[in-house]
């Protein structure tokens, strides 16, 4: 059975730093990509950062320049490193997983962890 766990979370001011890590634990195969989104209250989730099994990692939105991706292959954790934190990256943080295989695809999730920034 496949779970991703996230940790990391918590409550900082604003320009502080936060790393959050997803471990996984079970086998999925022919996996597309790795990321994490963000869901901030009252609005829809949002995609913050992905990396492929290549290495090759993109970042959306404001986060551009602050945030950084990669995984610990050998440890199957996701990591995500959040620089200069400002009060607009509040919100649940999730972790996933995308893998497509023809036409069949899938999205596992995490649970989420809070980040809460404050000014």
């Known amino acids: 059975q496949v779970q991703l766990v996230e940790s990391g979370g918590g409550s900082v001011q604003t320009g502080g730093s936060l790393r959050l890590s997803c471990a996984t634990s079970?086998?999925?195969?022919?996996?597309?990509?790795r990321g994490w989104f963000r869901q901030a209250p009252g609005k829809e989730r949002e995609l913050v950062a992905t990396?492929?099994?290549?290495?090759?990692?993109n970042y959306f939105g404001s986060v551009m320049g602050r945030f950084t991706v990669w995984r610990n292959n050998a440890k199957e954790i996701l990591y995500l490193q959040m620089d200069d934190l400002k009060p607009e990256d509040t919100g649940v943080y999730y972790c996933?997983?995308?893998?497509?295989?023809?036409?069949?695809?899938?999205?596992?999730w995490g649970r989420g962890t809070q980040v809460t920034v404050s000014s």
């Open positions: 079970g086998t999925i195969r022919n996996i597309k990509s």
């Open positions: 996933n997983i995308w893998r497509k295989c023809l036409g069949d695809e899938h999205d596992y």
């Open positions: 990396i492929t099994p290549g290495g090759s990692a």
